[in-house]
């Protein structure tokens, strides 16, 4: 009878044991579920956002080229138009923490470089960011804009192809493309624009 009771107290201990196990696990996963779901949910709003952000700058380029100035701007609503305001922009009743921040960086006198930036805190200690950039030029006048990203010298395994990439160089002995290949904008003309692998010449 004693071994019997062992038995069945042994055998008690380990269903309570594998049940705690499964309701851990099951716990783990609908956490994580929730977790993943809350996060896409607010990837998609920061999306949104930061594309609102984009035609923000585009509408108030329409309105006002010289209103592009350089630096990091915040949006406001100005009269049913976009206007800049502040360095940054509270979205905290959208998201968590967010604020909204559009950079202005000079290309020429007749193009800009805009990047609008969400970022928000998702928990505690984990904060997100969802960055868009796109390239504006005054539509007043005619504009030519050499724009993209350079191919990286490094993934040229030809060496012809490498010594054509502006800013890189064959390595002999090492036999692989070394260098830093120089950036689009770089490039005022159409030749030399579209013959950087990466870069391609917008205009009319």
């Not at 920061?46 to 350089?70: C, H, K, M, Q, Y």
């Not at 502040?86 to 950079?103: F, H, M, N, P, Y």
Request: neutral net charge.
């Amino acid at each position: 009878m004693r071994y019997r009771k062992g038995q069945s107290l042994l055998e008690l201990i380990i269903a309570i044991g594998i049940f705690a196990i499964v309701v851990s696990v099951l716990a783990f996963f609908i956490l994580n579920g929730y977790v993943s779901g809350r996060l896409a949910k607010e990837i998609s709003e920061a999306n949104f956002l930061a594309e609102e952000g984009v035609e923000a700058a585009r509408s108030i380029r329409d309105n006002s080229w010289d209103e592009l100035s350089p630096g990091p701007h915040g949006l406001a609503i100005s009269g049913n138009n976009w206007i800049f305001q502040g360095a940054q922009e509270d979205i905290s009743g959208q998201l968590r923490g967010g604020v909204r921040k559009i950079t202005i960086e000079d290309i020429n006198s007749d193009a800009k470089k805009v990047t609008s930036q969400v970022t928000w805190q998702f928990t505690e200690d984990r904060f997100q960011q969802i960055k868009l950039i796109t390239y504006l030029t005054n539509w007043q006048k005619i504009v030519f804009l050499c724009q993209g990203t350079c191919t990286s010298c490094q993934e040229f395994a030809d060496r012809k192809l490498c010594k054509r990439q502006n800013g890189c160089n064959w390595d002999r002995k090492l036999r692989q493309c070394t260098g830093t290949c120089a950036p689009c904008e770089n490039f005022l003309d159409q030749k030399n624009c579209e013959a950087q692998s990466g870069c391609t010449w917008i205009g009319p």
